[in-house]
């Protein structure tokens, strides 16, 4: 598929990236090679003779691009005049399917497009995090440690803070029969902060909570009374 931004090529079998690097060289060395591309049309009993890459399925002068002695294809398409015309090839990504493969890539003035763009990207990253292009990897993977860490301590900040809220909330509790009830909207909070507030309530005997937050509703109840909340909710 040849797309305004990037062209596909669908394969029948799975590649490797080291597939894709070694096609990407190989595809590079032979466009750099400068090779004459020639179109001739042949008879289908010359072109059984040729050395096609797929026999073609049609009837009458049969148009063959070559590639100097690289590639011969049966082909109605446009092509430039020499391999150089195209520059250079870029393989953008790799996306598997069932016993197969597509490859993405750019050539000649939109690979260089994408080049720049990427430096520019991996130099404006680099920066944000006072690292050479080189270690940028490696800050990548110091700032993502240090980031689940202070989320580590973060989850136990919040648990530490939601016990002293169902405390406070306990002890404000109203009576309802044979219950303590605990309404509250808890402002601001998300839905697990608000289940450990309502869990560490209603692990006293007697207790029921009603507890809301930002676009939220929890009810919970202690374990020794013994009616539904289930209709509530």
């Known amino acids: 598929h040849l797309g305004d931004e990037t062209c596909t090529i669908d394969l029948d079998k ?15 060395r ?32 049969i148009r063959v691009v070559r590639a100097g002695d ?6 109605c398409g446009t092509h430039p005049k020499s391999t150089g015309e195209v520059g250079v090839v870029l ?17 000649g003035h ?13 130099r404006s990253a680099g920066a944000r995090v006072s690292s050479a292009r080189l270690e940028l990897e490696a800050a990548i993977e110091r700032i993502q440690g240090e980031a689940g860490e202070a989320r580590k301590a973060l989850r136990g900040a919040e648990k530490r803070l939601a016990a002293l809220d169902a ?37 006293k005997p007697g207790m029921v909570a009603l507890l809301g937050g930002a676009g939220c509703l929890v009810l919970g109840r202690s374990q020794d009374l013994g009616f539904d909340l289930r209709p509530i909710g």
């Open 167 to 203: 405390v406070e909330l306990a002890a404000g509790a109203v009576a309802k029969g044979k219950a303590r009830v605990v309404v509250k909207v808890l402002d601001g909070r998300e839905l697990e902060y608000i289940r450990t507030v309502a869990t560490e309530i209603v692990a």
């Open 110 to 122: 939109r690979a260089v497009a994408h080049a720049r763009k990427s430096h520019a990207i991996l």
């Open 70 to 75: 690289f590639d011969c294809s049966a082909c």
């Open 30 to 61: 032979v466009i750099w090679e400068n090779r004459a591309v020639v179109i001739g049309y042949f008879t289908k009993e010359e072109v059984a003779r040729l050395p096609l890459r797929k026999p073609p399925q049609v009837e009458g002068k």
């Open 14 to 28: 799975a590649v490797t990236p080291a597939d894709l690097d070694a096609a990407e060289d190989r595809t590079n």
């Open 91 to 107: 393989v953008l990504g790799l996306e598997k399917g069932k016993g197969g493969a597509r490859v993405s890539f750019v050539c």
